[in-house]
T-cell receptor
């Protein structure tokens, strides 16, 4: 059982390029999340999805888009990358979108935008 | 608005006890989470408190006081592997987690 996988593990990207970070879970969890983690700031929610077919904006959604075509996959797209999007990106999932559910995290993607 | 405060860094000795504090301000309250994150790794769940009091889980315990907007994580019999960051998080009004910046715990022999 893999849990949650993310790809790529790390990436260096030129500013202005388009990039999609992939996230797949095999736990049949309804809810999925994308966070970015920057030194000294903690985790910040970018987008979330409480169930397949629905998405919502988090604290820092600008410059990012998501889709949730099925239960397992939740890709995050940077349409035109900027250096301020340099960060570690974590995908997470939980059984449901209720606030009391434990979130399970993927291993992260380290993204550098030059 | 939401706000979570944790100390940035703490140092403790192997075998000792350490208490990591978290204070929060929320418009409502829907529980408080603690996660552990080793350097370069993903966060992993430690505890969830929704009622006042102390909940013990092996060497780790978590305490909550809703009236004071305060929680702490108590780690006993510290081991070197406990060196990590400890993250406090509370749900916002949309039931999405707001995270503290984390407390980096350094364990010395």
């Amino acid at each position: 059982i893999a849990g949650i996988t993310q790809a790529p593990t790390s990436q260096i990207l030129a500013a202005g390029r388009r990039m999609t970070l992939r996230c797949t879970q095999d736990m049949r969890h309804n809810a999925m999340y994308w966070y970015r983690q920057d030194l000294g700031l903690g985790l910040r929610l970018i987008h979330y999805s409480n169930t397949a077919g629905t998405t919502g904006k988090g604290e820092v959604p600008d410059g990012y888009s998501v889709s949730r075509a099925n239960t397992d996959d939740f890709p995050l797209t940077l349409a035109s990358a900027v250096p301020s999007q340099t960060s570690v990106y974590f995908c997470a999932s939980s059984v449901g979108g209720e606030s009391y559910n434990e979130q399970f995290f993927g291993p992260g993607t380290r993204l550098t935008v030059l | 608005g939401q706000n979570i405060d944790q100390p940035t860094e703490m140092t403790a000795t192997e075998g000792a006890i350490v208490q990591i504090n978290c204070t929060y301000q929320t418009s409502g309250f829907n529980g408080l989470f603690w996660y552990q994150q080793h350097a370069g790794e993903a966060p992993t769940f430690l505890s969830y408190n929704v009622l006042d009091g102390l909940e013990e889980k092996g060497r780790f315990s978590s305490f909550l006081s809703r009236s004071k907007g305060y929680s702490y994580l108590l780690l006993k019999e510290l081991q070197m592997k406990d060196s990590a960051s400890y993250l406090c998080a509370v749900p916002d009004s949309n039931y999405q987690l707001i995270w503290g910046a984390g407390t980096k715990l350094i364990i010395k022999p």
